[in-house]
């Protein structure tokens, strides 16, 4: 598996990482055995949050780490209404207690909330230094968001922004992407499959997506990871709750695209107008 410098944080992450959204309703077990084999095979970026199955997905991330702590690049989140000075000392606490751990590597705030951000990255800082987290960033933060917590922490403090990013959803590389390049800030794509909006086969994208697969013996979806994954800021981390899916995912850190397979996807899957908004889901 690939690996890349992580922002300014001089610490190398796989590109491919492993998400945990909505995993509380998938089967227990074989979720479990996902990450295991993820892990396996060098999807050792694993990003969780509180919010997910309100703790129930960070302590099925808990198990699934035990005895390979010290492998995994680990990364939380703590909900904005958590995010008060004090309530995100205490939402760090509860997060490390469900996940096994002493330490994350990366502490992320959920979204722009209704608490100060001056408060919130002040905690970040408490929890770095107390050594609880090696690194803090964002998600889901538009260039106005970025710009005020760069304002508030200052340059080489912020590790990622975590954002929508998939064939059909590219808004954040009018704006966003190119300000967290400018900045030395890593872009971790979330939900890279769309959430149920992944090209259908007979649909003109879909040809072109499926066109490239066969010409590298491989799937649509590694081809769509490989794209998303092009540049030196950008790593994704594509959800599994099942070891097959895992396994196709992972091969996609395999995949070299030429740059005439770049250039089909870029005029298969067009950028978009520039949006008012930061699209989330």
Request: charged letters at 25%; a negative charge.
């Amino acid at each position: 598996m690939d690996k890349r410098v992580f922002g300014l944080t001089g610490v190398e992450v796989p590109v491919l990482g492993q998400g945990t959204w909505q995993m509380e309703g998938d089967d227990r077990g074989a979720a479990l055995r996902a990450l295991q084999v993820g892990l396996d095979l060098g999807m050792t970026h694993v990003d969780t949050a509180e919010l997910y199955g309100y703790g129930d997905v960070e302590s099925l991330v808990g198990e699934a780490l035990a005895g390979r702590r010290d492998e995994v690049f680990l990364v939380s989140k703590v909900m904005p209404n958590n995010a008060t000075y004090e309530g995100t000392l205490q939402a760090c606490e509860r997060s490390l207690k469900r996940l096994r751990t002493d330490r994350l590597d990366c502490y992320l705030l959920h979204w722009p909330g209704p608490h100060p951000l001056e408060e919130t990255l002040r905690a970040f800082e408490r929890l770095r230094t107390d050594g609880k987290i090696r690194a803090w960033g964002v998600s889901n933060f538009d260039v106005d968001d970025l710009e005020e917590a760069l304002a508030i922490a200052g340059p080489g403090r912020m590790a990622c922004n975590q954002v929508l990013y998939h064939l059909r959803e590219r808004h954040i590389e009018h704006r966003v992407l190119p300000w967290c390049e400018r900045h030395g800030v890593a872009v971790v794509g979330y939900s890279p499959f769309g959430s149920g909006d992944f090209p259908e086969p007979d649909s003109p994208d879909g040809r072109v997506l499926a066109e490239v697969a066969r010409a590298h013996g491989a799937t649509p979806r590694q081809v769509a990871l490989g794209f998303l994954m092009r540049r030196r800021s950008l790593f994704c981390i594509p959800k599994a709750s099942h070891e097959a899916h895992t396994r196709d995912n992972a091969a996609a850190g395999r995949l070299r695209l030429t740059a005439q397979d770049l250039a089909r996807l870029e005029e298969a899957f067009p950028p978009g107008p520039v949006q008012r908004e930061l699209p989330v889901v």
